[in-house]
Structure formats: structure tokens, C-alpha cells
């Protein structure tokens, strides 16, 4: 119920924010860019600025057996999964073993600072993602962070 109340609470936040301008987007008219950190998976940015203490709205398409290592983030988060079949798990290392999967629909909530990993399987998988700026992700293993890699 906590995480369910915090969820609502985050989702609350995205229409409150002074300033901001009311806006519609048609899912054919988004333009999907390369992920900053999660190279081959995509992302659009729907509300804010990642590099503000603001609202953000984003989603990110990962592709077919794309993994995302143990990680963290300075901020709370709530994923829904728009498409595909997603895999989380929470921990410090990696096993698909502890994983749940998550069809199209369901919600996860994770608090600041909570170490989690991800995975896709045989399909391309869309989440949504809200969060309190700016976006920041730490990698437990220093090595699975791709933006270290060339």
C-alpha cells in the first residue's frame, strides 16, 4: 500500500508543477533518441528536463535480451511497463533466478537509493518512467557502466 501511495504521489507531482504548459503527444509522433547511458535502447523525454530538479517523464524502449546491471538512483521512481514483457529484480548482483516478469501494465515503485537490475527477453519492451530531477544512475560495479565503455 506504501508503494502504491507513493507511486500516486510521484504521478501527482507531474501535473502540479508551475509552469509548465499543457501539452498532448500522439505515441506515432514521438522522436525516440539514444539513451544517454543504456546505449541501444532508446528514450523520449514527455515532461521536464532530466537535468533539472523537476518532474521528468520519460520512456525507454529496450530491445530483445538487453540487460541493465545492478544500479542505483538518487531519486525515487515509478516504472510502468507500456509494452513487452519486463524483468526486474533487486540486489546487488546480477540473477535472472530472483527476477519477476512483468507484463504490459504493471507498475513498479522503487525508492531512492534501492539497488535493482533489469532485462528484457525475446521482445522489445517499452516502460514509462517518473522521477524527481535531475536523472542520475550509479552502476554497483563500476565496469557495466556503459558510459565507460568506447
Known amino acids: 500500500m506504501k508503494r502504491i501511495l507513493i507511486g500516486l504521489a510521484l504521478l501527482g ?12 503527444m500522439k505515441a506515432e509522433d514521438l522522436v525516440w533518441t539514444e539513451h544517454p547511458v543504456f546505449k ?3 528514450t523520449v ?8 530538479a523537476e518532474t521528468i517523464v520519460q520512456r525507454t524502449k529496450f530491445p530483445p535480451h538487453y540487460r ?4 542505483t538512483h538518487p531519486y525515487a521512481e515509478v ?6 514483457n519486463y524483468w ?11 527476477g519477476t516478469e512483468l507484463p504490459p501494465g504493471s507498475v513498479f515503485v522503487l525508492p531512492a537509493g534501492h539497488a535493482h537490475y533489469t532485462w528484457t527477453e525475446n521482445t522489445e519492451v517499452i516502460v514509462q518512467v517518473t522521477f524527481t530531477g535531475p536523472a542520475g544512475v550509479t552502476f554497483l560495479n563500476p565496469n557495466d557502466d556503459p558510459r565507460k565503455k568506447r
Open 13 to 24: 507531482l507531474a501535473g502540479s508543477g508551475s509552469g509548465q504548459e499543457m501539452k498532448m
Open 40 to 42: 541501444g535502447a532508446q
Open 45 to 52: 523525454i514527455l515532461v521536464g528536463d532530466p537535468t533539472k
Open 68 to 71: 541493465v546491471p545492478p544500479h
Open 79 to 84: 516504472v510502468t511497463v507500456l509494452s513487452g
Open 88 to 98: 526486474n529484480s533487486f540486489g546487488q548482483s546480477f540473477d535472472k533466478s530472483k
